[in-house]
């Protein structure tokens, strides 16, 4: 008997909530045991403004992960 959802959390990459951060186009920066998200350009903060972008690189390795883990 196989039980391979056990194995699931060990290999599942904990981007935790601040992944939204770079899906809106923060800089990821991983460390060995936490990330961080820091602000592409030092800006005032009335000219921020946030799209979506369907081609971010972390919104599309998320995406993948999920369907990936649908599938099995």
């Known amino acids: 008997m ?13 981007f935790g909530p601040g992944i939204i ?6 800089v990821f920066e991983r460390g060995e045991e936490t990330c961080w ?3 592409a ?6 000219d921020i403004h946030f799209g979506y972008d369907s081609g971010n690189i972390w919104l599309k390795c998320v995406r993948e992960l999920y369907q990936a883990a649908l599938v099995y």
């Open 2 to 14: 196989k039980f391979m959802e056990d194995a699931l959390s060990a290999i599942w990459p904990n």
């Open 21 to 26: 951060a770079a899906f809106l186009g923060a």
């Open 37 to 39: 998200f820091l602000p």
């Open 41 to 46: 350009k030092d800006e005032d903060i009335a």
